[in-house]
């Protein structure tokens, strides 16, 4: 049998799961790491164990990724939830390839058992090339001992042009005969797929991810670390090519989905403080924008005004950072910086909101803001001691959730974090702005 990969955050079922095998199954908590493996196709895989749950990429656009590379290899969710409701769980196998879900509880053999490799593990490294004929007729490559993990085929396969030659290719919608495959595999490595039905599957998926995402049923994590993931490819994109019309329009459309998601969360099942958890551990900007929308939601300020100028000044507000003299200094601790750096840090927020007026459309109260964002009610902040009634309420409320957000860094002890809020920060803002942001606290 092939290697099987696991990729889930939990150490435990990960160390688990490879001492069962003996260090056969390849394990990770990365999606990215697991795709070095299903990109190569030297690495026999005999299935893909999924925790949709890793807040640094997209399980959809893992599953996009792994069905171009290994259209014939099953895939499995650790979905239990998932898993009780059927008509659900249908439409994600059925635009996923997913075959199954699993708990993460069950043993390794209990999970592997139904990958079952047919072939002589001696298949001759030789590799078959397309002849031009067959180019202008637009196959791809595959390891055709993908297509033996399983007793489920997504392709069913001809030889093309015997005797001459022995060439395999693949055609969707029918059963295979194992037996048969496996005589073909003893005399070549790899398969020939049409690309069309690659890319029919490719959009299927694509189109599901929007319609399965906004599914009331689709589990709440897997929602989270889906907007997450999408908030890092844009924070990303942000700091390689700076502030762009097309960067303001993609932080509309995350800030729209962050806020979709927060407004269906239960507080009472523990969800949101596993999204504020997520989001801190994403990105400040992140952190910022979904703090700051739940304390909007306490006030009753009007959505789409909390969006436009809350939500954009908090993932924009720190764009000034990321291109330093000094490199990116965003994610440092400004007791740490030095003297020339923090000349820099202390003017960001002004250095920020000028950026943006250059290259973009933001509108002006976005702006003030962002040269708000770290100003305090009593005028003790920072670049222009601006406070009093000259103070924007929803940059008081940014400047509060920062400062909450750099402590949360220093402190890991609870309760020493809550002391420091009542002793060093309460007292610098309004109690309007004070009171929201405890009752939004108290309820994570």
Same mark, same amino acid.
């Given at each position: 049998?092939?290697?099987?990969?696991?990729?889930?955050?939990n150490p435990n079922?990960?160390s688990?799961?490879?001492?069962?095998s003996?260090g056969?199954?390849?394990v990770?908590?990365?999606?990215?790491?697991?795709?070095?493996?299903v990109?190569?196709?030297?690495?026999?895989?005999?299935?893909?164990?999924l925790?949709?749950e890793?807040?640094s990429?997209?399980?959809?656009r893992f599953?996009e990724?792994a069905?171009?590379?290994?259209?014939?290899?099953p895939?499995?969710?650790f979905?239990p939830?998932?898993?009780?409701?059927?008509?659900i769980?249908k439409?994600?196998?059925s635009?996923?390839?997913v075959q199954?879900f699993?708990v993460g509880?069950?043993s390794?053999?209990?999970?592997?058992a139904?990958?079952?490799?047919?072939?002589?593990?001696?298949i001759?490294?030789k590799? @078959?090339?397309p002849?031009?004929?067959?180019e202008?007729q637009?196959y791809?490559?595959l390891?055709?001992?993908?297509?033996?993990n399983s007793?489920?085929?997504?392709?069913d396969?001809?030889?093309y042009?015997p005797?001459s030659?022995?060439?395999?290719f693949?055609?969707?919608?029918?059963?295979?005969?194992g037996?048969?495959l496996?005589?073909l595999?003893k005399?070549?490595?790899y398969?020939y797929?049409?690309?069309?039905d690659?890319?029919?599957?490719?959009? @299927?998926?694509?189109?599901?991810?929007?319609?399965l995402?906004e599914?009331?049923?689709?589990?709440?994590?897997?929602?989270t670390?889906?907007v997450?993931?999408?908030?890092?490819? @844009?924070?990303?994109?942000?700091k390689?090519?700076g502030?762009?019309?097309?960067v303001?329009?993609?932080a509309q459309?995350?800030l729209?989905?962050?806020?979709?998601?927060i407004?269906?969360i239960?507080?009472?099942d523990?969800?949101?403080?596993?999204?504020i958890?997520k989001a801190k551990?994403?990105d400040?900007s992140v952190?910022?924008a979904?703090?700051?929308?739940?304390?909007?939601?306490?006030?009753k300020?009007?959505?789409?005004?909390?969006?436009?100028?809350?939500g954009m000044a908090c993932?924009?507000q720190?764009i000034?950072?990321?291109r330093?003299?000094y490199?990116?200094?965003?994610?440092?601790?400004?007791e740490?910086?030095?003297e020339n750096?923090a000349?820099?840090?202390?003017?960001h927020?002004?250095?920020?909101a000028?950026i943006i007026?250059?290259h973009?459309?933001?509108?002006?109260?976005?702006?003030?803001?962002i040269?708000?964002q770290?100003?305090?009610?009593?005028?003790s902040?920072?670049?222009?001691?601006?406070?009093?009634?000259?103070?924007?309420?929803m940059?008081?409320?940014?400047?509060?959730?920062?400062?909450?957000y750099d402590?949360?860094?220093?402190?890991?002890?609870?309760?020493?974090?809550?002391?420091?809020?009542?002793?060093?920060?309460?007292?610098h803002?309004?109690?309007?702005?004070?009171?929201?942001?405890?009752?939004?606290?108290?309820?994570l």
């Open positions: 049998m092939g290697r099987p990969v696991f990729i889930h955050p079922i990960l688990r799961l490879s001492s069962e003996n056969v199954a390849r990770t908590p990365s999606m990215v790491e697991a795709l070095r493996w990109s190569d196709h030297e690495e026999n895989i005999s299935g893909i164990f925790c949709p890793d807040s990429f997209s399980a959809f599953l990724i069905l171009n590379y290994r259209p014939a290899v895939i499995f969710l979905e939830t998932l898993q009780k409701q059927d008509e769980a439409r994600v196998k635009s996923t390839r199954g699993f509880t069950e390794y053999d209990a999970l592997v139904n990958l079952k490799l047919k072939v002589d593990e001696k001759p490294k590799r @078959l090339k002849t031009p004929e067959q202008h637009d791809t490559a390891p055709i001992s993908d297509f033996f007793d489920k085929y997504p392709y396969l001809f030889i042009n005797p030659r022995i060439s395999f693949a055609s969707k919608d029918s059963s295979v005969d037996n048969y496996e005589s595999a005399q070549a490595n398969l797929v049409q690309t069309k690659l890319i029919n599957d490719k959009k @299927l998926l694509q189109e599901a991810h929007s319609q995402i599914n009331k049923d689709i589990p709440t994590d897997w929602k670390s889906e997450m993931a999408s908030s890092k490819e @844009l924070l990303n994109k942000i390689n090519n502030a762009s019309e097309q303001v329009t993609d459309q995350m729209g989905d962050l806020f979709r998601l407004s269906t239960d507080t009472g523990g969800s949101i403080h596993r999204l958890d551990n994403c400040r952190f910022c979904s703090y700051a929308m739940l304390i909007c939601s306490h006030l300020y009007e959505k789409v005004s909390s969006l436009e100028i809350l993932v924009l720190d000034s950072l990321y330093t003299p490199g990116d200094i965003s994610n440092k601790d400004p740490t910086l030095t750096e000349k820099i840090y202390f003017k927020p002004t250095l920020s000028d007026a250059q973009t459309d933001v509108a002006q109260v976005t702006l003030q803001v040269r708000q770290h100003e305090r009610k009593d005028r902040g920072f670049p222009g001691k601006i406070g009093g009634n000259l103070l924007h309420p940059a008081e409320i940014l400047s509060l959730v920062n400062e909450y402590l949360t860094k220093k402190f890991t002890n609870q309760k020493l974090l809550e002391e420091e809020l009542v002793r060093e920060v309460y007292p803002y309004s109690e309007v702005v004070s009171s929201a942001f405890k009752s939004v606290h108290t309820k």
